[in-house]
């Protein structure tokens, strides 16, 4: 009995100490590829960041196009929280980022951003989608307002700029007036 026992224990210990190195050498390549982003965010290398994309993410979104909406200019980061999670046979993570920097002229400070990370070919790549986009910049995928400091920059900044932002027409009233110019 005590032999089965020692046995276990020495099975268990085994076991242990390669699950946590193989846990370990996952987290050091995950958290070198968050840096790898965001310090090409920070030298505003685009092509790097967009590299670094999941295959997903680059099938929905072509480099001009991340280019376009990559309208944040990123000074500084540091990366809050992670965690890698695994679900089936897919390894997927959870990165928190709190970063600061500049956004139609104004100072972002702070702004808390979550990422979500897919193991894939090998490596850890972003999926890039509008939850990557810091909350309270843009409206939520509920529809609502924006942050009212925010709204009140973008504001302020159309002003100063003598901006005309388009008019938006719900889609009933576009039809109202498609029916009434026939």
């Not at 709190?98 to 850890?124: D, H, T």
Request: overall charge positive.
């Amino acid at each position: 009995m005590k032999k089965i026992i020692s046995l276990l224990i020495i099975f268990l210990a085994i076991f242990s100490f390669f699950y946590t190195k193989d846990s370990s050498k996952e987290e050091k390549l995950l958290l070198k590829r968050v840096n790898r982003y965001w310090e090409s965010r920070v030298k505003d290398d685009l092509v790097t960041c967009y590299n670094l994309l999941s295959s997903d993410s680059k099938k929905s979104m072509t480099l001009t196009s991340f280019i376009r909406k990559s309208n944040i200019k990123v000074s500084q980061y540091e990366i809050k929280n992670y965690k890698i999670l695994k679900e089936k046979n897919i390894k997927k993570a959870v990165v928190e980022i709190i970063f600061s920097g500049f956004a139609l002229g104004y100072p972002l400070k702070n702004v808390k951003n979550r990422q979500f990370w897919v193991f894939e070919k090998g490596n850890w790549f972003v999926k890039y989608n509008l939850r990557s986009i810091p909350k309270g910049f843009t409206s939520n995928s509920k529809g609502k307002k924006l942050n009212p400091e925010v709204r009140k920059k973008i504001e302020e900044y159309i002003k100063k700029h003598r901006i005309v932002p388009p008019k938006i027409i719900s889609p009933e009233k576009l039809n109202e007036k498609k029916n009434n110019n026939r």
